[in-house]
């Protein structure tokens, strides 16, 4: 496996920048192919620093003056505010000083200084966010989540292959099956967009489409891949991820509620640690940017150390599987 140099926005997110700096040290302790280049107010990132042991060599301050916050303006921050962190990170990107950039900072900043400073790659329409889901059968990719609100059916198309290259290439599945998320499985079902696109997918020889998907299909893993516009994407990834901490703590309850369930609890606690942590999202990093040429993962804005840790770590497997590579090869040249 190659080495790789990870750019980190130190100052994004809500528990920035102590998770951030722990992560960053986890991912170079725990890694040694992995370097990382944490970049925001250098005193502020030198102060949490000194709490830990670490590779110095491995682990570099980039000082960077400016924040964006969460609530800016994405197009009028990004340029406007040329020493931020956000800004910086994807410059070193752009520059070949880095391979990747992850930033648990503002979605809307991220996604436009991507698109802006890194550009989409030559053929591709829309860079789509794409996380992956715990389901019942092990994980799913969710392909468009939050980058694309108003999207067309040749967007959704290009989704599409997109996330059967990189459920392919990152998690060793072959011929992914890929569905159209839908308020029915018949093909009639849906909006206007969702009835163009089905039709399209339909016809491409080169992804496996198993048809329409419904939300309430999605956990059970019935498709590798679910391909739909970033604001029904999100609503997914929302409802996924409160009502997986809603039952969390209710299961907490139950086992709390009297001498007999904690004793159950204890019983099975290996075993339920075990199949609560196979649905927590932290386990799989970031959602990568998927279409630009250089590599963005974007984490949750509440991320702690471990998705830091986990999304930095994920860029390794990005470059050695040359995700940017193979799309740029089937986008590229007029190939869409």
């Known amino acids: 496996m190659e080495n790789v140099i990870v750019a980190v926005d130190a100052m994004g997110g809500d528990n920035a920048p102590v998770e951030i700096v722990k992560g960053a040290v986890l991912a170079v302790t725990e890694n040694p192919k992995v370097t990382v280049k944490l970049v925001g107010i250098e005193g502020v990132i030198n102060e949490e620093l000194k709490k830990y042991e670490y590779d ?12 964006i916050e969460t609530g800016e303006p994405p197009v009028n921050a990004i340029r406007k505010k040329k020493d931020s962190s956000i800004v910086v990170a994807l ?18 900043a991220v996604l436009v200084g991507g698109q802006l400073i890194l550009g989409k790659i030559k053929g591709v329409e ?13 994980i799913s990719l969710l392909i468009d989540c939050g980058a694309n609100v108003d999207a067309r059916s040749s967007h959704l198309v290009q989704f599409a292959k997109m996330g059967s290259i990189y459920m392919e290439n990152v998690l060793g599945i072959k011929n992914p099956k890929v569905a ?12 206007s967009l969702v009835k163009e696109t089905y039709p399209l997918l339909k016809e491409c020889s080169d992804i496996n489409f198993i048809g329409n998907i419904e939300a309430r299909y999605v956990p059970r893993g019935d498709a590798d ?22 039952l969390l703590k209710k299961i907490k309850g139950a086992f709390m509620s009297s001498l007999k369930t904690k004793i159950g609890a204890l019983l099975i606690k290996k075993s339920l640690k075990k199949t609560l942590a196979s649905f927590s999202t932290e386990a799989h990093g ?19 150390a471990i998705e830091i840790k986990n999304s930095i770590i994920q860029c390794l497997t990005f470059k050695e599987q040359n995700i940017n590579g193979i799309i740029h090869d089937k986008f590229d040249l007029g190939k869409e």
Do not use: Q
Request: hydrophobic share 45%; proline share 4%.
């Open 56 to 67: 110095k060599e491995r682990l570099i301050v980039v000082s960077a003056s400016e924040v």
């Open 91 to 108: 410059n070193l990107v752009k520059n070949h000083e880095a391979d990747a950039f992850v930033s648990a900072g503002s979605t809307g």
């Open 126 to 138: 829309r860079a789509p966010l794409a996380p992956l889901l715990p389901t019942e059968k092990g």
């Open 180 to 191: 159209l998320l839908n308020i029915g499985a018949e093909e009639e079902k849906g909006n």
């Open 225 to 246: 891949v679910i391909v739909t516009d970033a604001f029904a994407g999100n609503v997914v990834l929302k409802l996924y991820e409160g009502l997986a901490m809603t």
């Open 286 to 304: 970031g959602a990568p940017l998927l279409g630009l040429n250089g590599l963005v993962v974007k984490t949750h804005g509440s991320s702690k």
